[in-house]
């Protein structure tokens, strides 16, 4: 794309720079929508792709899929534990954003990467927006928790996917003019590809009947502690009973998983992480999704297939109250499995969640250039300007 930055190129304020930080999947799904819209209004820009899901499967595939360009760096950070990717993490992006001085630099969810972008950026004096602010699950003990927190806390631009998120923003002092409901460009990404999701062909290559669960586990609240993963690998294995359930496993947590037993078997097929078009045609098929993963609660609400949240809390209530989640512990999920298979296919309950639209990317666009250009960014006349680099 012609409006993207490469090393060397003039920086200055007339030719702004916005930087966007990319970590792992759920951050290119996001991303693509808000990158487009960007590119239609002339933005310059580039990627920072951290490497923390490092893989082709995990990462690779889903640029190609969304569209999006190649990045400006690749950092390449790999696995680890939360301390020393984070350290890997900050080291790299103090790098990239010394050599770019990029105008606003643009985070996503929840990762480390989104983490570490922020506190680079804030020690930097770099102004920053967080795309997903203000989703809060109450649980500190999730790390995604941390890392919300303390992104909503340093960043200059906040776009909120949902009203309750305004709230907590709101609860915890945020700046009202800092705010801004843009809807959720997780599902500009789907509307987009929806022609392309076709269940058939990736249910022929992987032998898969009409009816299936489709499973994704790797959450360290389940997967980390050897009980807790025997207790959810018996938990699947219990709806594998029922009907067959393919589970494209996450590289974390696979060892630990695989020791608790799950692995293939009659009705249980284990795969590799699947492309973007390819899971989703695989969730639009399935007759039910079990998961613990953030992005598929907002998939399957779209998509009105029945799904189950393996944790005991979620930072996404709006796709149980105006979705097709449900939350459950591993001891209530073959029940509700049983349940959401007698009920057959699901319809959203109510209205679909406010500005859920496929619009998400263009107003996010048009915040971010208006803001660049210094203007009004508030409906009470009040505004945020550029910081001096």
């Not at 949902?162 to 009202?176: F, I, N, T």
Request: charged share 20%; with cysteine; net charge negative.
């Amino acid at each position: 794309m012609r409006d993207f930055a490469r090393p060397g190129a003039a920086q200055g304020p007339d030719n702004p720079l916005v930087l966007h930080v990319l970590g792992a999947r759920p951050n290119f799904v996001k991303a693509a929508p808000v990158v487009r819209a960007l590119t239609e209004l002339g933005v310059r820009q580039g990627i920072v792709h951290t490497g923390q899901h490092y893989d082709a499967l995990m990462s690779d595939v889903f640029f190609a899929d969304l569209g999006l360009p190649e990045p400006i760096a690749n950092l390449g950070v790999g696995s680890g534990s939360h301390a020393r990717q984070t350290a890997a993490l900050l080291v790299g992006l103090e790098d990239v954003v010394l050599e770019h001085r990029p105008t606003l630099v643009v985070v996503y969810g929840d990762v480390n990467s989104t983490l570490a972008a922020i506190l680079v950026c804030a020690k930097l004096n770099v102004p920053t927006a967080h795309v997903e602010a203000g989703l809060r699950s109450f649980d500190r003990e999730m790390p995604e928790e941390v890392n919300r927190i303390v992104t909503d806390g340093l960043s200059d631009i906040l776009f909120a996917t949902s009203p309750d998120a305004l709230s907590h923003l709101a609860a915890e002092g945020v700046d009202p003019a800092r705010v801004h409901l843009v809807g959720n460009p997780m599902i500009d990404s789907l509307f987009s590809a929806l022609d392309r999701l076709d269940p058939a062909p990736v249910r022929s290559r992987l032998g898969l009947p009409g009816r299936y669960a489709v499973a994704t586990l790797h959450r360290p609240g389940n997967v980390d502690d050897p009980a807790s993963a025997k207790e959810l690998v018996e938990a699947v294995l219990s709806v594998s009973g029922r009907l067959p359930v393919v589970v494209p496993l996450h590289p974390r947590g696979r060892t630990r998983l695989a020791e608790a037993g799950l692995v293939n078997g009659e009705n249980l097929l284990i795969v590799d992480p699947l492309g973007y078009v390819d899971f989703l045609s695989l969730v639009r098929g399935a007759t039910l999704v079990v998961t613990d993963s953030g992005g598929v609660q907002e998939e399957t609400t779209m998509l009105g297939v029945p799904c189950l949240t393996v944790r005991p809390n979620t930072e996404r209530p709006i796709t149980i109250t105006h979705g097709t989640n449900r939350l459950v512990t591993p001891a209530q999920l073959p029940a509700a499995a049983d349940r959401a298979l007698a009920e057959g296919a699901a319809t959203p309950s109510g209205e679909l969640p406010p500005l859920w639209d496929g619009k998400a990317g263009p107003r996010i666009a048009r915040v971010i250039e208006s803001w660049l250009r210094g203007g009004n960014l508030s409906p009470a006349g009040q505004s945020v300007s550029p910081k001096s680099l």
